[in-house]
T-cell receptor, first 112, second 117 residues
Framework: QKEVEQNSGPLSVPEGAIASLNCTYS??????FFWYRQYSGKSPELIMS????GDKEDGRFTAQVDKSSKYISLFIRDSQPSDSATYLC????????????FGTGTLLAVQP | EAGVVQSPRYKIIEKKQPVAFWCNPI?????LYWYLQNLGQGPELLIR????????DSQLPKDRFSAERLKGVDSTLKIQPAELGDSAVYLC???????????????FGPGTRLTVL
């Protein structure tokens, strides 16, 4: 059973701080990893994709993958109130499967 | 470029009634997905199409749910009859299937929020 686990939160950080979100996954076959942001009442919006071990930076966002421990992280620098949302991590299975398995999401609240 | 389009955005029906949702994917995307998202949960795949073919419908409750993607573009997801437990957000997503072996990047539409009374 492929599983992706996230702490549901809420994670509360002050404005300007670094927000740290993470999830774990169970299947070693996973090759690609995604972070989606979902505002209340809206659909998921892709913010980062990462296909290898290590770090990937995009603006204020850094995604990190550690395949040996099956651990995925997202860091948001200089957090803004507009970053307040649910962050969903997703693990991808390629080839014929071509499937994303989503975690339950972590609610981030950035306090002004 | 237009994103994934879904309609209706909201639907309220009585239990045992039928309901249908429509999705138009991003232009050129050959893979289309229907997901169900319950409150406080991540999206769960119901069915995946590659062009006209449903290549993964293992999670679709086939006794009451059906889907079609005629001509490999638009898709319709139907529930008949609806049950109280079907109340959820139904998301459509699309992607461009590459041959590289990695999973495709999926882009979501705005979703249809279904309430069954």
């Amino acid at each position: 059973q492929k599983e992706v686990e996230q702490n549901s939160g809420p994670l509360s950080v002050p404005e300007g701080a670094i927000a740290s979100l993470n999830c774990t996954y169970s299947d070693r076959v996973s090759q690609s990893f995604f972070w989606y942001r979902q505002y209340s009442g809206k659909s998921p919006e892709l913010i980062m994709s990462i296909y290898s071990n290590g770090d990937k930076e995009d603006g204020r966002f850094t995604a990190q993958v550690d395949k040996s421990s099956k651990y995925i992280s997202l860091f948001i620098r200089d957090s803004q109130p507009s970053d307040s949302a649910t962050y969903l991590c997703a693990v991808g299975y390629g080839g014929a499967t071509n499937k994303l398995i989503f975690g339950t999401g972590t609610l981030l609240a950035v306090q002004p | 470029e237009a994103g994934v389009v879904q309609s209706p955005r909201y639907k309220i029906i009585e239990k045992k009634q039928p309901v249908a949702f429509w999705c138009n994917p991003i232009s050129g995307h050959n893979t289309l997905y229907w997901y169900l998202q319950n409150l406080g949960q991540g999206p769960e795949l119901l069915i995946r199409y590659e062009n006209e073919e449903a290549v993964d419908d293992s999670q679709l409750p086939k006794d009451r749910f059906s889907a079609e993607r005629l001509k490999g573009v638009d898709s319709t997801l139907k529930i008949q009859p609806a049950e109280l437990g079907d109340s959820a957000v139904y998301l459509c997503a699309s992607s461009y299937r590459t041959s590289g072996g990695l999973v495709d990047t999926q882009y979501f539409g705005p979703g249809t929020r279904l309430t069954v009374l």
